[in-house]
Each structure stands twice: as C-alpha cells, then as structure tokens.
C-alpha cells in the first residue's frame, strides 16, 4: 500500500510542510534533492518509522498505534528525546504533529505527551481517530555500509551499541531466511544485478561475500564499496523485504560508485518499481536524478522534490515536479552552471 502524502509541522527542520508522494500499485519513485540540513535523510527516516509500526491486538487499540509510532521514531534517531527534536518556537503541542495518507486512509500522530508522560497515562489521552493499520514491508538502506560488519548482529541483542534503526535493521534484513516466493519480475531485476557486478552476493556463516568465475569469491570487506551498495539489493530480495506492495527508502545511493554504473543502478531502481515497489531516495548527484527522467517511460510514476530554505526564513520548504529539469529550486544545477561558468573565466583571462 503506497503512502500519496505526508505531512510535519515543527520537527527538526520542517516548520510546517506537506509532500504529496508518487506512486500506487504499480510502483513509484520519489527522489529528493537538497543542501545539506534540509532534512532529507529526517524526511526518510520519519517515512520508514511508520512503515514499520502496527496495531499490536489489546485494550489499548488505536491508541497503541501512536505508541508504536512514537517508539519506532525515536529508535530511527538513536534514541534521542522526541521533545528535543520538535522545534523551538512551537506555540502549542498539538502543533507539532505527522500526518500520513495511504489511499483513502489518513494518520494522525501528535508524539509529545507520549514522551511527557512516560507512557504512564495512556488511558487518560484523548481517542486517537487513526484506523487499524498492518505493516508496511519497507527496507532502509542508509549511507553507511554496514554488511561488512555483519557480524555484529548478536552485538546488538547483547549490547546498547550506539546504532539506530537503520543502521540495526539492515543487518537482520538482509541476514533474514531466503524469501521462497520470489515472483519472476523480481527475479530479472536480480539478474541484470548480477550482470552489472559481474557477480552473485552469497551469504554464508554471517559473512557476505561477491562470487565471480574469473576470480572466486571476494569477501565484503575486501569488495569495492559500490558494488556492495548494488548487491544489497539482490539480497534483499532474497530475504522478501523488497517484493511488490513494498517500500524502499535508499539514502545517497550514489554514494562510493563511479557514474559510469549509474545508468545501470537508475535502471535497477525503475525496474524495481514496476514490479509494485514504492521507492525513495535522498540524493546529492547531478546524474542520478537526471539519469531517472531520461531512462524513466511515460508508464513510469516519477517525482523530484527539492528541500530548501527559503531567504525569508522559517521552515524547510518543498517543491515537486514531474521532471527533474523543471524544479526551480536545485542547487545542483545551479553548482554546475557556476563551475562551468568559473571554467570559461579561467579560459578567458
């Protein structure tokens, strides 16, 4: 189920924004762009935080929804105090809430008196309005390569290691049991995979490692970091939290891999959507989202979102367009254009 919209008043560095999201059944991909503290890798995280939070059965009903949400949330930020994350200049608390569409469904989360009261005066909240809601299959791939510390896993169920969410879940996610029923469209996706590494990711003895003919198996910590990044996702296929129906939320994926793979990566993520995924990623490079509205097909869902300050202050604002080209707001192009025109003065002095 794709979520169509989401909205935060007065967290980290959004005063009050509402996105409007691609996708549906058939897939989509969201791509954010944005200078650095406009909130991207927070607006992934809030996204992936209620992906991952259900109704559990009780007396608590609707109620221990916000529960869950407000615990996820604050798993996804290392456990920072909520209340330290909510901005200064709020008036009031039911002023700092989230909102979520899913179709026709709509959910409200207002996360500050689950903090002020420990937990301690559920029964004395106000009636939370938010229907029943089951989980969203979803997939976080941070910036950080963490599989080649796959075998901190049972670290993590001994220890408090200061790691959040993101960084915990991909190692029990990708380390999960094969996935039997992977449909034959996912299954091509992990071919032309295989094909642009030249290799097949194998998982054994909570090591990953790269096998190719030529060479034999390499393992990841030895494996380039780009490559890595792309067999990610052939595994997590494998173990079922990338299928039709779900969620991927990629931070940088660009991140370690040359531009020449770059058209081979875009290909992978519009495939991924077509087989039904919903995907967002936070992006710094010029070539990955222009890479998505070349190669992307009039079926495809698209939609660019800038993050951006505005020169008269306040909050994080958005603006979203079909093609990448048109936003107003892209500060990448706007690098370029400076480099090339501080390139011409250099020819011309």
Request: aromatic share 8%.
């Amino acid at each position: 189920m794709a979520i169509s919209k989401i909205e935060i008043k007065n967290f980290t560095v959004f005063e009050d924004i509402a996105i409007e999201l691609c996708g549906g059944a058939d897939g989509g991909v969201n791509v954010f762009i944005g200078d650095n503290g406009t909130g991207k890798t927070h607006l992934l995280k809030v996204l992936y935080a209620f992906c991952g939070h259900e109704v559990e059965i009780g007396r608590n009903g609707a109620r221990q929804l916000e529960n869950n949400f407000y615990l996820r949330l604050r798993e996804c930020f290392q456990g920072v105090r909520i209340s330290d994350l909510i901005r200064r200049n709020t008036p009031s608390p039911a002023e700092a809430p989230f909102a979520f569409e899913l179709q026709e469904e709509r959910y409200i989360f207002n996360l500050w008196h689950l903090e002020a009261s420990h937990f301690h005066k559920l029964d004395n909240m106000s009636k939370s309005e938010n229907p029943p809601k089951a989980e969203i299959a979803a997939a976080f791939i941070p910036a950080k390569d963490m599989l080649t510390h796959s075998e901190l896993v049972p670290e993590f169920a001994l220890k408090d290691l200061p790691f959040d969410k993101t960084l915990r879940d991909i190692l029990y996610k990708a380390g999960a049991t094969k996935d039997l029923n992977v449909s034959n469209n996912m299954r091509a996706v992990q071919e032309k995979i295989v094909a642009t590494i030249r290799g097949k990711i194998l998982y054994e003895r909570s090591k990953y490692s790269i096998d190719r003919d030529a060479i034999g198996q390499i393992e990841f910590a030895a494996e380039a970091e780009g490559h890595k990044k792309i067999a990610l996702i052939h595994r997590l296929i494998e173990t079922g939290y990338i299928k039709k129906g779900s969620v991927l939320l990629w931070d940088e994926p660009e991140a370690n891999i040359n531009p020449k793979l770059i058209p081979d990566l875009v290909e992978i993520i519009l495939e991924l959507s077509r087989c039904g995924v919903q995907v967002f990623i936070a992006t710094h490079d010029y070539f990955l989202p222009k890479y998505v509205e070349v190669l992307a097909k009039e079926s495809d869902s698209v939609a660019f979102h800038s993050l951006h300050k505005p020169e008269e202050g306040g909050g994080v604002k958005c603006e979203s367009r079909e093609r990448f080209s048109d936003l107003d707001n892209n500060s990448i192009v706007e690098e370029i254009v400076r480099l090339y025109e501080r390139e011409i003065e250099k020819v011309m002095e």
